[in-house]
């Protein structure tokens, strides 16, 4: 079973470039997508929409595919640039940084976004 940590050389860079695509394509249709909004008055108001509409499914591969990127890319410039016995330290660091973000985000949602 192919983990995020355990990804290496050409699958780590084909990760890389899907999340990359995706991202290219998503930033777009989101700036399109909450120009369309006719009035909104908080970030509350943003996120109810963004989740409760067809362009939620996508937000939340947008997501996951950030945090795909940002670990594959962190983790190449901290195994090409860390010395090598304190590679594993900080490459362990790296990733439960990662993971506190993302709770923090998954945090932010849940308290924004009255209809959870």
Known sequence: MITLRNLKGAQAHKWQRIS??????YLPALAIYLASLSEYNSLADI?????NSIFGIATVIAILFVFVHAWIGGRD???????????NFWLNSYFFFLILIALEFAFMVVS???YI
Do not use: K
């Open 112 to 114: 924004l976004n009255p």
């Open 20 to 25: 990359a695509y995706y991202l290219l394509l």
């Open 47 to 51: 996120v109810s929409n963004l989740y």
């Open 77 to 87: 410039i901290l195994i090409d640039y860390m010395p090598r016995a304190r590679t």
